[in-house]
């Protein structure tokens, strides 16, 4: 009993100490799905939150042009405006949380409030995948923390993994699901054996994919996040437009089910490696071997492997988006900046995880540079010597062959076709040779339709 006395005085010594220190105030730019769950969690857990982070963390100030809408979503204690400057403007504010998106406004507003001494906190990928140079340069000079756990797959701590968990690691590759849209899709697509166009257009219409889904499906905002990840894994400045992006707009439900037959699925991959002479950077729908555990993420899920020297293969699995997923994200920056925001900033973390004046000019690698493998569909004519013809092609490019699998000419074009498909798995080649053999084969008469080529990682 005495000992539970002693415990109880000293939680409450404590809650005393932690709730003396004068609160955070923290401006919200924009309150839609993300900000509203970043203010509900922060009620819910405030408790928790306030133990963790030694002082209260409280959103003063909300900008929104739904300025009924806003103050309906955070009662009548908040100050709600219409304008984003007057959180800016407001000396009481501390940190600066947007969550507007895009690459407009939000690149003028997020600089603004660096001047203006602010932390900011982002969930804005496309912005800091374009503009990150600028801003990090921008905050370094004023002294302030840009944090940005939100903008890489969603509620997974990744970001925090790279640069604070991994950090005796000579990070050798990342690979990662970190787009939920399209992994949906593809999910979809394996599940119900149905064609891309079908898939998406169900998406759209249970509200899984956007009305505008080019970003998600074309591999954009993939893109934005493997670039965040790359310059935080190799110390290298963000260089999304480096990078090589191709969506799964051009898959077919039959490239989905030969790869199953091969014993491999296809997601959409984001991967970054360091390789001897520069660092990859590419998104583009990648076989997988459907054993590893990254293939059996299904669904809107996201998951990232990280390859270090020292740790081996990592991975990190969780929702990639979502309002209280995101919001825990924007919250965790919200307590590393508690903590830190009197210290001095060369005694805090690194924006891209090494100090400024130590980052790498090792080039993004041309995606003719790269080497993986591949699986290639070729529909051919069903006639003697087709097959020798494109293995021989193979050959001489130096080409070696990992498995072949042909379908009955009648399985694939119905009873009495005259052609048939031809997949093929090749081990690892360099892609100008591969684009350089498959414009060979392409031309032979007997292949009839454009070779569908999609790059394999067995991601050992
Ligand atoms: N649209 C993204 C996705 C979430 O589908 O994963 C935000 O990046």
Known sequence: ????????????????????????????????????????????????????????????????????????????NVTVVADARAVIANPEIDIVVELIGGYGIARQLVLEAIEAGKHVVTANKALLAVHGTEIFAAANRKGVMVAFEAAVAGGIPIIKSLREGLTANRIE???GIINGTTNFILSEMRDKGSDFDVVLKEAQRLGYAEADPTFDIEGVDAAHKAALMSAIAFGVPVQFDK??????????????????????RIKLLGITKQMANGIELRVHPCLVPAKRLIANVEGAMNAVMVHGDAVGTTMYYGKGAGSEPTASAVIADLVDIARLHAADSAQRVPHLAFQPQSMSTT????????????????????????????TGILAESGISIDAVLQREADEVGGEGSTQTDLIILTHDCVEAKMNAALAQMQALPTVLAPIIRIRKEELV
Do not use: C
Request: proline share 1%; hydrophobic share 45%; charged share 20%.
């Open 243 to 264: 990078a090589y992006v191709e969506g799964i707009t051009k898959l077919g439900a039959k490239d989905i089910k030969y790869a199953e037959q091969l014993g491999y």
């Open 173 to 175: 590759w990342i690979a």
């Open 363 to 390: 080039p993004v690698l041309d995606m003719g540079q790269v080497v993986t493998s591949y699986y290639l569909r070729l529909n051919v004519a069903d006639e003697a010597g087709v097959l020798a013809k494109v």
């Open 1 to 76: 009993m005495a000992e539970l006395q002693i415990k109880i005085q000293s939680v409450l010594k404590a809650k005393t100490k932690v709730t003396s220190l004068k609160s955070i105030k923290v401006g919200l730019l924009g309150i839609g799905t993300v900000g509203s769950g970043v203010f509900n969690v922060l009620q819910r857990n405030q408790g928790e939150i306030l133990r963790r982070a030694g002082r209260r963390i409280e959103i003063a100030m909300v900008a929104d042009l739904d300025t009924a809408r806003a103050q309906a979503a955070v009662g009548k």
